[in-house]
């Protein structure tokens, strides 16, 4: 079942084509990290998300997935409506609706480069909407669960079929959560924890938080969950996601 899971993910991620995969960083990094009310499934909540993964941006998530009471209406309070994605940056007061402008501000605030060509282009929203197929509303509609005192940590980036297994269920949970991006930025990077295992292979993260990961946790993988709550620490999707049952589900 986890491994039709994992194909389904998979699945989405080509269907984004290859973004969200990689970094190319941040002129400058936020002071405080950036809010993002997102849904996982949602097409426009992913545009921006590869947004964060191509600028190495950490960001405190809180999901809203639809039938959600916990965060919908704090935003409805401050924009005036239920629409997803809604950003806001406690770094410069600003906050906003609209994928296309969330990931222009992104870009000239932090990237201290224009956002790429493209994003306001239909084929694009239309690719992202394409790898919301493939998992058949998950990370869409609220579950029942219990709220942690503090925000989660995840090891994450975009692109990754396993991660994404654990943010839906974050999302179904309204479980906020902190992203640090472990984007790819060098050719090392793309080849999977287990190959480098089998060959032996001498492997050392250049980006920030995959160098954090080797020195946390002795190796590299994603996702990675920290748990502040309770100390909890751990790899691999489908023990995550038994942890969050375990532990939040209702
Ligand atoms: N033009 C908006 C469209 C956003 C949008 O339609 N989001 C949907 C989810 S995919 C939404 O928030 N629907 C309202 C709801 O779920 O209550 C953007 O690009 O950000």
Redesign the pocket.
């Given at each position: 079942m986890h491994s039709l899971d994992v194909a389904r993910s998979l699945a989405s991620t080509l269907a984004q084509q290859g973004r969200g995969i990689a970094t190319r960083g941040a002129a400058r990094q936020p002071a405080e990290p950036l809010e993002l009310y997102d849904?996982e499934g949602?097409?426009?909540?992913r545009l921006v998300r590869e947004a964060l993964t191509d600028l190495d941006l950490d960001v405190l998530t809180y999901p809203c997935p639809?039938g959600g009471d916990r965060y919908r209406p704090l935003v409805e309070k401050l924009g005036g409506k239920?629409?997803?994605?809604y950003l806001m940056d406690p770094n410069t007061g600003v906050a906003m609706?609209?994928?296309?402008d969330i990931i222009d501000y992104l870009y000239r605030e932090y990237g201290g480069r224009p956002a790429p060509g493209g994003w306001r282009l239909r084929a694009r929203t239309a690719a992202s909407l394409a790898a919301s197929v493939p998992r058949a509303g998950h990370g869409l509609r609220a579950r029942d669960a219990a709220v942690p005192e503090l925000p989660l940590i995840l090891y994450s980036f975009e692109g990754s079929p396993f991660a994404r297994l654990v943010r839906e269920r974050l999302c179904e949970m309204q479980i906020p959560y902190l992203v640090r991006q472990c984007g790819r930025d060098q050719w090392q990077d793309w080849v999977l924890p287990p190959v480098r295992n089998a060959l032996e292979m001498e492997y050392l993260p250049t980006q920030r938080h995959r160098q954090e990961l080797m020195a946390r946790a002795g190796r590299v993988a994603v996702p990675y969950l920290i748990d502040p709550n309770n100390g909890e620490e751990l790899f691999e999707s489908e023990r995550i996601l038994d942890y969050l049952d375990q532990h939040y589900g209702r």
């Amino acid at each position: 079942m986890h491994s039709l899971d994992v194909a389904r993910s998979l699945a989405s991620t080509l269907a984004q084509q290859g973004r969200g995969i990689a970094t190319r960083g941040a002129a400058r990094q936020p002071a405080e990290p950036l809010e993002l009310y997102d849904m996982e499934g949602c097409p426009f909540c992913r545009l921006v998300r590869e947004a964060l993964t191509d600028l190495d941006l950490d960001v405190l998530t809180y999901p809203c997935p639809k039938g959600g009471d916990r965060y919908r209406p704090l935003v409805e309070k401050l924009g005036g409506k239920q629409l997803f994605p809604y950003l806001m940056d406690p770094n410069t007061g600003v906050a906003m609706y609209e994928s296309a402008d969330i990931i222009d501000y992104l870009y000239r605030e932090y990237g201290g480069r224009p956002a790429p060509g493209g994003w306001r282009l239909r084929a694009r929203t239309a690719a992202s909407l394409a790898a919301s197929v493939p998992r058949a509303g998950h990370g869409l509609r609220a579950r029942d669960a219990a709220v942690p005192e503090l925000p989660l940590i995840l090891y994450s980036f975009e692109g990754s079929p396993f991660a994404r297994l654990v943010r839906e269920r974050l999302c179904e949970m309204q479980i906020p959560y902190l992203v640090r991006q472990c984007g790819r930025d060098q050719w090392q990077d793309w080849v999977l924890p287990p190959v480098r295992n089998a060959l032996e292979m001498e492997y050392l993260p250049t980006q920030r938080h995959r160098q954090e990961l080797m020195a946390r946790a002795g190796r590299v993988a994603v996702p990675y969950l920290i748990d502040p709550n309770n100390g909890e620490e751990l790899f691999e999707s489908e023990r995550i996601l038994d942890y969050l049952d375990q532990h939040y589900g209702r």
